[in-house]
T-cell receptor
Framework: DTGVSQDPRHKITKRGQNVTFRCDPI?????LYWYRQTLGQGPEFLTY????????KSRLLSDRFSAERPKGSFSTLEIQRTEQGDSAMYLC??????????FGSGTQLSVL | DAKTTQPTSMDCAEGRAANLPCNHS???????VYWYRQIHSQGPQYIIH???NNETNEMASLIITEDRKSSTLILPHATLRDTAVYYC?????????????FGAGTRLTVKP
């Protein structure tokens, strides 16, 4: 499968714990995006990388959130001191062109 | 980026054409219309995009009105697998515009 891969698919954690998600983009794609989606809503943009550089961050990305893309390959999204409001689906996408984003199946986070 | 308005939900009979409308009355001259869809438990999938001319690909057709204030996505022969949430997005397609802003979309149910 040469699509966008996200790991884990599901994560259950207790409030206050740290969690980290991984995204492996399509190999030749230099652009990588993170989105968050809550039930009944469309995905909300969080942040964007071009190669290893994080070029844009949404105001939704509080200081408890950090994303990295070392060497311009895979990316990680870490949430520190999780809160119940962080419960959502976290989606990763990659692209070569600005028009066509290819999304992974997401990581479903549940904070208890 | 211009705002879009879509019906919350629609039904379509299997084998019939599904016509999904989108209103974007405040669209600017340099803004494109994009359509993505999201099947349950998956990330969004790119369908088609256009500026002012009608577009067709293997998945769908996009009809944009002459004044560009509205558009229609047409799935010519809907199947049960086309049941999904369909998102209409309007944005400027520039190198530096990196966030694809999703609204709540239209939930299309294809019925046998």
């Amino acid at each position: 499968d040469t699509g966008v891969s996200q790991d884990p698919r599901h994560k259950i954690t207790k409030r206050g714990q740290n969690v980290t998600f991984r995204c492996d983009p399509i190999s030749e794609h230099n652009r990588l995006y993170w989105y968050r989606q809550t039930l009944g809503q469309g995905p909300e943009f969080l942040t964007y990388f071009q190669n290893e550089a994080q070029l844009e961050k949404s105001r939704l990305l509080s200081d408890r959130f950090s994303a990295e893309r070392p060497k311009g390959s895979f990316s990680t999204l870490e949430i520190q001191r999780t809160e119940q409001g962080d419960s959502a689906m976290y989606l990763c996408a990659s692209s070569l062109e600005v028009e066509k984003l290819f999304f992974g199946s997401g990581t479903q986070l549940s904070v208890l | 980026d211009a705002k879009t308005t879509q019906p919350t939900s629609m039904d379509c009979a299997e084998g019939r054409a599904a016509n999904l409308p989108c209103n974007h009355s405040t669209i600017s001259g340099n803004e494109y219309v994009y359509w993505y869809r999201q099947i349950h438990s998956q990330g969004p999938q790119y369908i088609i995009h256009g500026l002012k001319n009608n577009e067709t690909n293997e998945m769908a057709s996009l009809i944009i009105t002459e004044d560009r204030k509205s558009s229609t996505l047409i799935l010519p022969h809907a199947t049960l697998r086309d049941t999904a949430v369909y998102y209409c997005i309007v944005r400027v397609a520039t190198y530096n515009n990196n966030d694809m802003r999703f609204g709540a979309g239209t939930r299309l149910t294809v019925k046998p």
